[in-house]
């Protein structure tokens, strides 16, 4: 509530503002419409939400009084806009800290509300495995498995290939088996493995894992709770950097996910870790940036039931520690990682933050000098001479 108070005051003033500069320009230009009769009304008294008047019936002369006056209201203005924009960066923060268990931030989309709460994905009747073990298929029993929320869209189709009935191939409703935890009691393997599920409330249902991986079989639709108990233990509440310069938020308009733009490298504070909604990038890591921001970003952690190549890997997308201080860099070369530019005498380490990996490597060795030519696409490639860059070409 204080938020969007904050909020709503913020945007009040803001509107003031351009009102006055439509006002000053029209009355410094003189290009207002004269006033229709001798006796023009007094210009209008405008309050911050009143709906913006008609001013063409007002010559250019009686309406530089209300410029002025519109002036000195937002010279003091000013000072307030201040302080309520730290007010609304403390709110989001606090927001984010003090948040009742299960509510998730408007970042996250409406889609992912109604998951579990922190006890429900404390896997205390799973066995126990070290932090981020990676378990084939084979190796799933006794573990337990949350189904994990999905788009708007696609869910209609329910959970498809869970069954209530042995030997079957079925689907289930969404709403009756979003964020549900179930324990795999068994594996009947076949051509392809055939699992039985326990769920919580004692029901059984069977699954056929007919997704082939990179690693072995994948289930769609469920996630390790082991995963996203580790995470949301090691990470929730702590500062993070970004390696990419975008997270994912939901616009509230649009109903749709749409990139929120980051600065490279900067901190952010994990809100939570949730359940996403794909398998081959099940956690949900939700960030408050430092412009106050929420949003968020899906990844795998120790890769069960996710496939590889579409996997977007924790440590592909965030420092745990200040990078700053492990690469103490010179200033300027931080700067030009920032901006995704690379410099000439950068090293190849530098270069990876700044562009990522070349596509392909070309190296060679002319008059003792090694070189190497680094390939990213068809329009950009660099040279460089005993590790460092002598030539940038985009």
């Known amino acids: 509530m204080m938020l969007n108070i904050a909020m709503m005051q913020l945007a009040s003033t803001t509107r003031l503002s351009i009102l006055l500069g439509c ?25 911050l939400d009143a709906p913006i008047p008609d001013l063409s019936n007002y010559h250019v002369v009686e309406l530089r009084p209300l410029a002025e006056h519109l002036y000195r209201k937002v010279l003091e203005l000013q000072q307030e806009n201040r302080i309520l924009k730290a007010q609304i960066a403390t709110l989001r923060k606090r927001r984010g800290t003090l948040r009742p268990t299960g509510e998730v931030p408007s970042a996250v989309g409406p889609d992912s509300q109604d998951l579990e709460p922190d006890a429900a994905i404390t896997p205390s009747t799973s066995r126990r495995i070290a932090p981020f073990t990676y378990l084939p298929c084979e190796a799933w029993v006794g573990h337990q498995f949350i189904f994990l929320p999905r788009s708007k869209y696609l869910q209609k189709y329910g959970y498809q290939g869970f069954s209530a ?13 979003v ?7 068994d594996i009947h393997q076949d051509v392809f493995p055939r699992l039985t599920i326990k769920m919580n409330d004692g029901k059984a249902l069977y699954v056929t894992a007919y997704t082939a991986s990179a690693q072995g079989i994948a289930v769609k639709g469920i996630a390790l709770v082991a995963d996203l108990h580790f995470a949301r233990e090691k990470w929730k509440g702590k ?35 949730r359940a996403g909604w794909y398998e081959n990038k ?10 106050g921001d929420d949003g968020f970003v899906d990844v795998t952690l120790s890769g069960t039931n996710s496939n590889v190549s579409n996997a977007v890997r924790f440590d592909s997308v965030f420092f745990d520690q200040d990078p700053r201080e492990k690469f103490p860099w010179e200033p300027r070369i931080w700067r030009a990682i920032e901006r995704g530019k690379v410099l000439v005498g950068m090293e190849p380490q530098q270069v990876i933050f700044a562009w990522g990996k070349p596509t392909h490597v070309a190296a060679s060795e002319q008059f003792g000098i090694n070189r190497e030519q680094w390939i990213y696409g068809e329009e950009r490639h660099l040279i460089f001479e005993d590790g460092l860059i002598t030539l940038v070409q985009e």
């Not at 964020?179 to 009691?185: F, N, P």
């Not at 975008?246 to 504070?269: A, F, G, H, I």
Request: aromatic share 4%; with cysteine; hydrophobic share 35%.
């Open 239 to 273: 500062t993070l950097w970004l390696k990419a310069g975008e997270l994912t938020t939901y616009d509230e308009e649009s109903k749709q996910l749409v990139p929120l733009q980051v600065r490279r490298y900067s901190p952010v504070e994990v809100l939570d870790v």
């Open 23 to 47: 006002v000053m320009a029209l009355a410094v230009s003189g290009t207002l419409a004269p006033a229709q009769t001798p006796d023009a009304p007094d210009p209008p008294a405008l309050e």
């Open 282 to 291: 099940p956690a949900r890591v939700v960030c408050l940036t430092q412009s």
């Open 179 to 185: 964020g549900q935890i179930g324990t795999v009691t």
């Open 165 to 177: 009935v042995k030997g079957q191939s079925d689907s289930q409703p969404y709403e009756d088996l």
